[in-house]
């Protein structure tokens, strides 16, 4: 038998969420099969030479080739979003499989397998929206899509063609509950926001800015709230996404306080960018709308504070990709739209990694291993991919990065591999940057240059996750 390895990396200072250990990593298969100090020969070696090594990043939170209604039309497909992915360090997506209201919830699985197969350069798994929860959905098709493989689904509280009412939610929960899966809420008062966004209207406030009037920092602290008191009557356990400032972080403190099971999400959006970028000169400041809205410097720090104290669980892009100069995106139907028809969402799934790795634990705001928490051990332990994903072990895929941890690298979107055609963090200068993408072994991005190929990356049936269990359910029950 030829036990050499396929591919041993060298000198690693391996870092995941609880260790760090200096170890030759050796991979077979696609694999991780030995971690030691010196391993045999591999048909490919590479020396990371005492660089830094953490698992490939698992984007928690994406969206790709989503269907949108027209004229809208997301930037990026599988191919395009996972080939942007690959460079900037995550090999694992996981976009959402979205019912439009009135269809089948498994019928929207079936069409995102299309969307994904053959296109997607990095493993894969999708979320459930559930925007329909009629009778059939409840009962027969997302205990169905939860046995197979699709174990978290997100739910919304605003926009028309998404929201549920709040007993729409009780009812989706319940399933959630019963079958173990992760549910995700976006939490938005949808009238307060139609009221408001009236208002603003009639009075001739249209400008970009006024999405971040529109949507008050009351507007998430309300719904986030009323998620958590949901959590609990129900005792199943949630996560908040896009967590955008102190107010909703409140909000998550006390229940965490209370003992609730309220996990939360959060965004480079929130740590980088404030309302004030939605004020740029001329229509500009529509290449930073999304929900809920970048705050201010002060609720930064407050965002700041959270991802060091362990208030957050995962660090997610929200990946939401329109293009600015396009009749499909950000300037709909070819015009200035007034600001409530603007396509929410901004473009950062390269981008995530860097950001917090420079941002985070460059400036010392958080250590190496909360950044892999963040990152990649506890977004593949909420949606039920641990430990094949998001640590480095024997038995996890080889999905890893070589950080260049040195690396002086201005943002650029010329630099970027999605099919946006702007980044909302352009000349943020940062320090370090991912070498090498490896995922299940193979150089997915090596020396600037995107390595993989369409179609290799494969679907992920995720696992009941562990922390959707309710609490007073009993072990093994
Ligand atoms: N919610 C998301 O999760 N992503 C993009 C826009 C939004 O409102
Ligand atoms: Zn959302
Ligand atoms: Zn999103």
Redesign the pocket.
Known sequence: MNDRFDLVVRNAVAVTAGDVQRCDIGVRGGRIVALAERLGPGEREIDAAGRTVTPGGVDG???LDQPMPAPMRMADDFLTGTRSAACGGTTTVIP?AAQKKGESLREAVEDYHRRAEGKACIDYAFHLIVSDPSERVLRDELPQLIRDGCTSF?VYMTYDDLKLSDRQILDVLEVARREGAMAMV?AENSDCIAWLTEKLVASGHTAPRHHADSRPAPVEREATHRAITFSELLDVPILI??VSGADALEQIRWAQGRSLNIYAETCPQYLLLTAEHLGLEGFQGAKYV?SPPPRDKANQQRIWDGLAKGAFHVF?S???PFRYEDAHGKKLGGKEVAFQYIPN?IPGIETRLPLLFSEGVGEGRIDLHQFVALTATNPARMYGLYPRKGTIAVGSDADLVIWDDQREQTIGNAMLHHAVDYTPYEGMRLRGWPAVTLSRGEAVWEDGEFRGRAGRGEFLKCGLPDPARPRTRAAGA
């Open positions: 939170h994406c969206h959402f997100k976006h996404v896009h999304c997610s929200d990946h939401a969402g």
